[in-house]
């Protein structure tokens, strides 16, 4: 099946500070997704970007689909940004009934 | 809030005990799925429904497990004869047109 890898597997950052998560993906996809999961195991919902560019405030997200990676952009982060970031794809399959394989996550640290 | 409730939020019980939870989406949806997320993982695919039919099973679904969408709308997941390997978050998620919104969860700890 496709594999994900993200990167770096953690973060530590100062209040005010810029990131960029990266996601690198094995095969082809007809779906990804970025969720940011909070310190109650909520997923919450980030970006839907299978190709392109999108933003969303502080965040933005870009998807080179041909060289099978995206990267998720935080600008001036603060400490709500803290908790656990992970991409997710759907394989372009076609039995693949559009189930998500998630990557490892990136832990994110922001300090006042 | 993303339009899927879960109960229990959380589930303590003792190994060898039968579990059961329950996910209700808010609104109509065609496909429904059911993720487990260990300790320091992301989410695994479990199993999927497109209305009441369950379409795909992975394989870490084994026969202690079975999953139910008996009308189309609200699921349910039950684990048998639990074991200490069971405890992890059970996640519910929904697909819209292109993406999947996920449920708050249940919790399960298998002492």
């Known amino acids: 099946g496709i594999q994900v890898e993200q990167s770096p597997p953690d973060l530590i950052l100062q209040e005010g500070a810029n990131s960029t998560l990266r996601c690198n993906f094995s095969d082809s996809v007809n779906n990804l997704q970025w969720f940011h999961q909070n310190p109650w195991g909520q997923l919450i919902n980030l970006f839907y970007?299978?190709?392109g560019t999108k933003q969303n405030g502080r965040l933005s997200a870009t998807t080179v689909a041909t060289e099978r990676y995206s990267l998720l952009y935080i600008s001036s982060s603060q400490t709500t940004d803290s908790g656990v970031y992970f991409c997710?794809?759907?394989?372009?399959?076609?039995?693949?009934?559009?189930?998500?394989?998630f990557g490892q996550g990136t832990i994110l640290t922001v300090h006042p | 809030d993303t339009g899927v409730s879960q109960d229990p939020r959380h589930k303590i019980t003792k190994r060898g005990q039968n579990v059961t939870f329950r996910c209700d989406p808010i609104?109509?949806?065609?496909?429904l799925y059911w993720y487990r997320q260990t300790l320091g993982q992301g989410p695994e695919f479990l199993t999927y429904f497109q209305n009441e039919a369950q379409l795909e099973k992975s394989r870490l679904l084994s026969d202690r497990f079975s999953a139910e969408r008996p009308k189309g709308s609200f699921s349910t997941l039950e684990i048998q004869r639990t074991e200490q390997g069971d405890s992890a978050m059970y996640l519910c998620?929904?697909?819209?047109?292109?993406?999947?919104?996920f449920g708050p969860g249940t919790r399960l700890t298998v002492t």
């Open positions: 970007i299978p190709s």
């Open positions: 609104s109509e949806h065609n496909r």
């Open positions: 997710a794809v759907v394989g372009a399959g076609s039995t693949s009934y559009g189930k998500l394989t």
């Open positions: 998620a929904l697909g819209g047109s292109y993406e999947q919104y």
